[in-house]
């Protein structure tokens, strides 16, 4: 029987098995680390080496989480890497067919296993895709990661083409910087320029960078689990899923909560990611600064989600005309991108309205400069930070909702009453809620960078014994906490 369960579980572990999770949370991933990170130490003074070890892992990796797609993404690797070559060598001559059509097949590439079911389902109904054709399509050939590497793959083609970056001339170097597990499912999004030349380093790993990672791999963890999944599986799933159940308090306060989850989801991926790849003496970048104290929309897209934000401002804003060519271009280049931000992320039309809602506010604020008056003084600072949280709120609204008639009916019980005898009862019934949303608005909006680096430097010079009692008091809460509400990563889908 202690046999069957072992080759059991080396039949998940080696197998794609979508049920059975490779995410960030689950012990399967870590095992798998614990792996890499060993072969990693026998190779690591030979840099072509310990390169090829690590794409292997990467690509084992994708076919964990995403089965025959890590076919697409192979496929995709040797494509852009081959037409990176060509460009080079076409640029003198011109080479902008060579991108065009670069261009369009990676944009192909995300339309087929992407959005294919989405559009034959609107399009034609019962005479297209059914609603079991297009599961099993999405079960076949999930879209994990999808937009993120063919982001990736797009920026470099268009820097090639620019003369900012130079085509790479080693497929496994460009292979990992396309396929690095730890950044593959959902950012951040990185330039060959700040990637390509850490695989050629030497690797040194010190006793702070070492206590650094396991800090920001302990901070994601708790982010993911202790609050975004707790959140999820006790308030906002429920909320969200049948609004017409709960009272309008419940919906604006599974709003609030969703703020909560979204950001600690996606921030919390974001710092594993960063810990896994400083394991590996490998630094990704930047991808969230406290967006929501953000005063304004424009300030809120400097602080979220940073690598995508910049990704559309290089590659698709700026070429659009920026704030070159006049307001009127202007406004007309910020609203192309914030729509295609939106449908970037899925082809609801949930995303769409998501898009156009900023799209539209953020033309407001350059109309207006209200981005640049905001900070004036402490009273318009506090007026657009509370404009600016409500906001982002309400677009969540439609981002999480499966469906604009679910949209609807989220903001038509916002707006209904709640019996004021029924408001105690709630308080106590949800209890456990309200701290957890209390103490994490708190830490987040009253907890400066300062403090944050203080609370850093004690966790990286905390004596051994205390980081590791640290370690395992996390451990067991976690294991706890999961065990009752595993949640897939929100961008994963994306």
């Known amino acids: 029987m202690e046999g069957s369960a072992f080759f059991n579980f080396l039949a998940d572990f080696f197998l794609y098995a979508p049920d059975a999770g490779f995410s960030f949370t689950g012990i399967s991933f870590w095992i798998f680390l614990t792996l890499a990170l060993g072969g990693y130490s026998l190779l690591y003074k030979k840099t072509r080496a310990r390169n090829i070890f690590l794409l292997f892992c990467s ?3 994708y076919y964990k989480i995403g089965g025959v797609l890590v076919g697409v993404l192979l496929m995709s690797v040797l494509f852009n890497f081959a037409l990176g070559l060509r460009m080079e060598k076409a640029r003198h001559g011109g080479g902008q067919k060579t991108l065009v059509w670069g261009v369009l097949v990676n944009l192909l590439l995300i339309a087929v296993f992407k959005y294919a ?10 005479g297209g895709m059914s609603e079991e054709a297009a599961s099993l399509w999405r079960k076949v050939f999930p879209a994990v990661g999808l937009s993120f590497f063919t982001f990736q793959s797009l920026s470099y083609l268009i820097d090639v083409k620019r003369g900012v970056a130079k085509a790479s001339h080693d497929w496994v170097e460009f292979a990992l910087y396309m396929s690095f597990f730890p950044k593959l499912v959902a950012g951040p999004l990185v330039r060959t320029g700040e990637f390509m030349p850490q695989l050629k380093k030497t690797y040194m790993l010190g006793s702070g960078e070492f206590s650094r990672a396991v800090g920001l791999i302990l901070l994601g963890l708790v982010k993911k689990v202790v609050v975004s999944d707790y959140l999820a599986f006790n308030f906002v799933n429920p909320v969200f899923e049948n609004p017409q159940f709960f009272t309008g308090f419940e919906t604006w306060m599974a709003m609030y909560a969703y703020a909560l989850r979204i950001y600690c989801d996606f921030s919390g991926y974001t710092d594993i990611a960063l810990g896994v790849a400083a394991l590996f003496d490998i630094h990704l970048p930047e991808n969230f600064r406290s967006p929501y104290k953000a005063s304004s929309l424009t300030d809120f897209w400097h602080r979220w989600h940073i690598t995508l934000s910049t990704w559309f401002r290089d590659y698709l804003y700026i070429p659009l005309g920026g704030n070159r060519h006049g307001l009127g271009r202007m406004c007309a280049a910020l609203l192309i991108t914030m729509v295609l931000a939106g449908i970037w992320h899925g082809a609801g039309w949930g995303f769409v309205v ?12 350059k109309l207006t400069g209200w981005d640049r008056q905001v900070n004036r003084n402490r009273f318009t600072q506090i007026v657009g930070w509370v404009l ?9 609204i439609f981002f999480q909702s499966s469906s604009l008639e679910q949209s609807s009916m989220i903001l038509e019980r916002m707006f209904s009453p709640t019996p004021w005898a029924s408001l105690g009862s709630l308080l106590v019934h949800y209890r456990s809620i309200w701290l957890v949303m209390i103490v994490v608005f708190a830490v987040m909006l009253g907890v400066k960078e300062r403090q944050k680096q203080n609370l850093s430097r004690f966790f990286y010079r905390a004596p051994l014994w205390l980081k590791f009692l640290i370690c395992l008091a996390v451990i067991a809460l976690l294991v706890n906490i999961r065990n009752i509400v595993p949640q897939e990563f929100i961008y994963a889908k994306f």
Not at 117 to 126: K, N, P, R, T
Request: charged share 10%; hydrophobic share 55%; glycine share 12%.
């Open 388 to 396: 600016t949280f409500h906001i982002v709120c309400f677009g969540w």
């Open 59 to 61: 690509f084992f990796f």
């Open 117 to 126: 079911d989405s559009f034959a389902l609107y399009y034609w109904g019962e």
């Open 354 to 365: 998501w898009g156009v809602l900023h799209g539209i506010l953020l033309t407001l604020e």
